[in-house]
């Protein structure tokens, strides 16, 4: 059985997060993130959604003059976005709202591109959250996930994941779900993961819509 996660408690685990979030996950997941943008096309102008934007952790990589639309669950992280975006003047727009990743407010097939780093393994739905994501997104859209994704059946290490996600989930995210999966099953096309972060326990996994 999947270990299951609770919304609220997830809200006010990442509040209570968001004072010092950049300096301890930021610092454990930073490398994903900078590595993760290396994939994103860097054309100007381009509309870019990004689920669960935490404390702003990201607004200084998008490329120049991105309207970048930055959404999360916790109204302490948007707040902290805030007074990054406000000290930023490199020309890309920032506008950014509490939100729930499985209810998003925004017209189908808008964003150019969606960004979601360390959500799936955060939400009670991960399937409802990638239904979202690719409805938004114009075909043709990149999707890149940076997360954890179950290792294969079979495997020890996915078996030891099966055993850590209940402890893992009071901490702030899931080890036993297959990420990938999850995303092939709504009908994104997964183009490719490439392993990053620390003894490279993330994925950096690039998607498209049809």
Known sequence: MKCRVNPSYMEQLYSFYSPFYDYVFGKLLEPGRRKAFQYLDQRPH???????IGPGSTLEKYPAHTKLTGIDISA???EEAQKKAAQLNGGSTFDLHVMDA??????DNYFDA??????????????????EILRVVK?????IVINHTRSPNGGVLGKIEDLLAPVCVRIGFTTDLDVIRVMREV??????????NLLNTGRIIMATKS
């Open 187 to 196: 009908g994104m096309h997964v183009n490719g993961a490439v392993r990053c």
């Open 76 to 78: 302490s992280m948007i």
């Open 139 to 143: 075909p043709g859209g990149q999707i």
């Open 46 to 52: 381009q509309k870019i959604l990004e689920i669960g």
């Open 102 to 107: 499985s209810q998003l407010s925004f017209p």
């Open 114 to 131: 969606v960004m979601s780093a360390y959500v799936i393994t955060t939400v009670q739905d991960p399937h409802k959250v990638c239904r």
